[in-house]
Each structure stands twice: as structure tokens, then as C-alpha cells.
């Protein structure tokens, strides 16, 4: 049976969409049958709000709550709006993980849609330019996704208090200049390895 939630360390992990805005060729959706850790996240049908809420329970039993499974969660903004609220309301904290495209997605700026309901914001930049995003990632927008990943990061900061940019490790570019554009946006910055083992 697919998971809408799962437990990883301390904190749970929401998976409330399949769709994303990217087609990485080193997804791990693929590679392990859209498996994580022994759970099944290929979801049948995207949750609803209340189904969501009723596999949380209690946000205060974790650290963070996190929107990330297989797939970008801000797809369903109006969803993670409602349900990050319901998180707030009770003492939890939420982060964000996304590719960073939603605002190209919808065509308006989503983020203070989002203000005072997410406290972390990760954003993932494979890639160092928009020539080589574009090749790493297999984005929606083509050419046009890294300055958009850019620019998002950018208006995350009005909004979210953390914003961090994250980049994996051993996938063929300057991890170096990642950081340095991390640095002048003036964003946390964060190497995540390249996961090889399901388990
Ligand atoms: S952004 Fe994440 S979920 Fe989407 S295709 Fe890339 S690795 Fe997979």
C-alpha cells in the first residue's frame, strides 16, 4: 500500500504528489520502484487534507514536518497551504523541500501565499548554470529553469525564514559555484549526498 507519511529520524516526511516539475534522470523514484526506505510512495491518488492530517497526529511529536516523497509538493500549493496552517496551529514546524519552479508553475509568485505558515524553504540547484541544470535536471522550463530557481530563492527570503539551497553531491558539477550563489543570495547553503542504497 502506498505511504502519504513516513518517519525518517526525527522527523515525518509528507509525500502528498507524484508530480514534479523536473524529470532528473537520477531520481531515485526510478531507480528504486518509487520505494523509500521500504515504503511504497507511488500514491494511487494524491491525499486529501484531512487524510494528511489524521497520518500526522501529533506535530509536536516531531522535529520538523517535511513536504518532500516523490514529487514537488508545491504543485498542490492551495494543499500544502492548508495543511502547513493546521501544522502551525499545532506547535509543529514545517519545511518545504522543492525544486524551486512553483512560481513559473502557477504564473504568480505563490511564496506570501506561504508567509507565516512554512518555516524552512530547501530548494534544490543541481547545476551551476542554465546550460547545465538544464542538462543535469530535465526541468519543465528547459534553459529557462535555473534563473527561475534563482530568482525563487531570491523571493523566498521575504517570506521564509530559512532558505536554504541544497545541492547533491557526485552528479558532474562545481559544487563550488552552487555555494557561491547560494552566498550572495545571501541563503543557508547545503551538500546532500547522492543516495545509492534504498535502505
Ligand atoms: S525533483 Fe526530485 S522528485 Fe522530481 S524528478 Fe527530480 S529527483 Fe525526482
Not at 502551525?88 to 505558515?117: C, M, Q, W
Not at 547545476?127 to 525563487?152: A, D, L, Q, T, W
Request: charged share 30%.
Amino acid at each position: 500500500m502506498s505511504k502519504i507519511s513516513y518517519v525518517y529520524g526525527d522527523n515525518l516526511y509528507l509525500n502528498i504528489t507524484n508530480r514534479c516539475m523536473m524529470s532528473c534522470p537520477y531520481c531515485i523514484k526510478r531507480k528504486w520502484d518509487n520505494k523509500f526506505r521500504g515504503d511504497n510512495l507511488k500514491l494511487e491518488r494524491e491525499p486529501s487534507y484531512k487524510e494528511v492530517i489524521l497520518a500526522i497526529k501529533d506535530p509536536k511529536e516531531y522535529s520538523e514536518i517535511v513536504f518532500c516523497g516523490y514529487g514537488d509538493s508545491l504543485v498542490n500549493v492551495e494543499t500544502v497551504k492548508e495543511i502547513s496552517k493546521w501544522i502551525k496551529d499545532n506547535g509543529g514546524k514545517v519545511r518545504v523541500n522543492t525544486a524551486g519552479l512553483a512560481n513559473r508553475y502557477h504564473s504568480r509568485n505563490i511564496l506570501p501565499e506561504l508567509k507565516g505558515f512554512i518555516d524552512v524553504i530547501s530548494i534544490s540547484l543541481n547545476g551551476s548554470n542554465p546550460k547545465e541544470y538544464n542538462e543535469i535536471n530535465r526541468p519543465m522550463f528547459k534553459e529557462e529553469s535555473f534563473n527561475e530557481v534563482v530568482k525563487f530563492a531570491k523571493e523566498a527570503k521575504k517570506c521564509v525564514p530559512k532558505v536554504v539551497i541544497t545541492a547533491v553531491e557526485s552528479l558532474g558539477f562545481d559544487i563550488s559555484k552552487v555555494r557561491e550563489i547560494a552566498e550572495e543570495l545571501g541563503v543557508q547553503f547545503k551538500v546532500r549526498p547522492y543516495l545509492t542504497d534504498e535502505n
